[in-house]
């Protein structure tokens, strides 16, 4: 069983990078793919990037892609999601995510354990 704990939010000037890191316990982390996730005030969750469970496919969605960078350590139990060029847009509570299966999804239902979320604060 995966349980998720993120960190590495924080503040940042536009155009800035910031990493965010998300550390999972369970034996099987490798049998689930992993997904960031982001919800601004007033708005719906919504999906950011995922990974598959051995790493080698990373799906992003437009509004990221070229600036963001999802990546896993199965080794350590860790799933990073490198943001540069951060943009005002991309404030809001990040959230890790485990999916059901190894494969990578892009609706919110086959992600089943989240972590408690980190604040992206990014000023103009």
């Known amino acids: 069983q995966v349980q998720l704990v993120e960190s590495g939010g924080g503040l940042v000037q536009a155009g800035g990078s910031l990493r965010l890191s998300c550390a999972a316990s369970?034996?099987?982390?490798?049998?689930?793919?992993m997904a960031w996730f982001r919800q601004a005030p007033g708005k719906e969750r919504e999906l950011v990037a995922a990974i598959s469970g051995s790493g080698g496919y990373r799906y992003y969605t437009d509004f990221v892609k070229g600036r963001f960078t999802i990546s896993r350590d199965n080794a350590k139990n860790t799933v990073d999601l490198q943001m540069n060029s951060l943009k005002p847009e991309d404030t809001a509570v990040y959230y890790c995510?485990?999916?059901?299966?190894?494969?990578?999804?892009?609706?919110?239902?086959?992600?089943?354990?989240w972590g408690q979320g980190t604040q992206v604060t990014v000023s103009s």
């Open positions: 369970g034996r099987t982390f490798s049998s689930h793919a």
């Open positions: 995510a485990a999916g059901k299966t190894s494969l990578v999804h892009t609706t919110t239902s086959v992600y089943d354990v």
